[in-house]
Antibody, heavy 121, light 112 residues
Framework: QVQLVESGGGVVQPGGSLRLSCAAS????????MHWVRQAPGKGLEWVAF????????YYADSVKGRFTISRDISKNTLYLQMNSLRAEDTAVYYC??????????????WGQGTLVTVSS | QSALTQPPSVSGSPGQSVTISCTGT?????????VSWYQQPPGTAPKLMIY???NRPSGVPDRFSGSKSGNTASLTISGLQAEDEADYYC????????????FGGGTKLTVL
């Protein structure tokens, strides 16, 4: 069965960096696009970034463009989110999610359990 | 402010039906049959309940149904059960930028 397990969250000071990981199993990781979506405490869902199955095309929300980088390591079946210049408003639970269709981008079907990032001094 | 507009809350008694609306624009809901609905019970990850307006993934009860008219999509839950109590989010593909996924602000469903 599909499993997505995020890790790497924690407390970081404003301006700091953090790298999130998402370990994937139960499907052919190299064939599916992958997303990061975040949820601030008590708030709704916000799409963050998407990487196509081949890894060559990456897209970002305006709120993180230039600060966050999405990447994937096919050999490790792992998705990453490098977060730099973190701000208080980046505080959220970060979920990785898989696209439903092979070679597709939308919708998102399976989601991980999330990892909490807290940006605070 | 979310790109898609949902009512903050809805409620219903067990056995009743409720409908949650999701209003977008001609750049998203109105132009594409790529509306999805997610269920999120407290403290858990979102779960895909409906995709492409009205399709149910395997394992989702047929009590859940989706529809669309113009720029507004709807999720209807019939035969409400206590376990349906959760936050529900709509989502759509959008052509407003190079690539973007938009979500609604979420609707809290309370089963009375």
């Amino acid at each position: 069965q599909v499993q997505l397990v995020e890790s790497g969250g924690g407390v970081v000071q404003p301006g700091g960096s953090l790298r999130l990981s998402c370990a994937a199993s139960g499907f052919t990781f190299s064939s599916y696009g992958m997303h990061w979506v975040r949820q601030a405490p008590g708030k709704g869902l916000e799409w963050v970034a998407f990487i196509r199955y081949g890894g060559s095309n990456k897209y970002y929300a305006d709120s993180v463009k230039g600060r966050f980088t999405i990447s994937r390591d096919i050999s490790k079946n792992t998705l990453y989110l490098q977060m730099n210049s973190l701000r208080a408003e980046d505080t959220a639970v970060y979920y990785c999610a898989k696209a439903l269709y092979e070679s597709g981008s939308y919708p998102l079907d399976y989601w991980g359990q999330g990892t909490l990032v807290t940006v605070s001094s | 402010q979310s790109a898609l507009t949902q009512p903050p809350s809805v409620s219903g008694s067990p056995g009743q039906s409720v409908t949650i609306s999701c209003t977008g624009t001609s750049s998203d809901v109105g132009s594409y049959n790529r509306v999805s609905w997610y269920q999120q019970p407290p403290g858990t990850a979102p779960k895909l309940m409906i995709y492409e307006v009205s399709n149910r993934p395997s394992g989702v009860p047929d009590r859940f149904s989706g529809s669309k008219s113009g720029n507004t999509a709807s999720l209807t839950i019939s035969g409400l059960q206590a376990e349906d109590e959760a936050d529900y989010y709509c989502s759509s593909y959008t052509s407003s930028s190079t690539f973007e996924v938009v979500f609604g602000g979420g609707t809290k469903l309370t089963v009375l």
